[in-house]
Nanobody
Framework: QVQLQESGPGLVKPSQTLSLTCTVS??????????WNWIRQPPGKALEWIGY???????DYSPSLKSRTSISRDTSKNQFTLQLNSMTPEDTAVYYC????????????????WGQGTQVTVSS
């Protein structure tokens, strides 16, 4: 059974770059047709899809975040990483990594496999 675990700083200053890593166990990030996603939930708001990196290394991002987002991977470590630039307090959220079969861009928690989430707070 695949397991995903987010890691990274819990506190980021405004204008800094957030870097979060998702470590995957029980399955390879290069296995065909699986897409590896980042999703976030600001306090009191709905889940928001950020982007994905596919089994082949292709990426896609939410239009609203595309200019500030980069998702990369390290296949030797079975990890994928989110970088979000120019952080503001509005980026404060719980950040999740998730695996879906296919490029479905969903935020439904009962679909796919999800990490437990990590809180990121943007504050000076």
């Amino acid at each position: 059974q695949v397991q995903l675990q987010e890691s990274g700083p819990g506190l980021v200053k405004p204008s800094q770059t957030l870097s979060l890593t998702c470590t995957v166990s029980g399955g390879s990030i290069t296995t065909d047709y699986f897409y590896w996603n980042w999703i976030r939930q600001p306090p009191g708001k709905a889940l928001e899809w950020i982007g994905y990196i596919s089994y082949s290394g292709s990426t896609d991002y939410s239009p609203s975040l595309k200019s500030r987002t980069s998702i990369s991977r390290d296949t030797s470590k079975n990890q994928f990483t989110l970088q979000l630039n120019s952080m503001t307090p509005e980026d404060t959220a719980v950040y999740y990594c998730a695996r879906f079969f296919g490029p479905i861009k969903t935020t439904q928690r009962d679909i796919g496999s999800w990490g437990q989430g990590t809180q990121v707070t943007v504050s000076s």
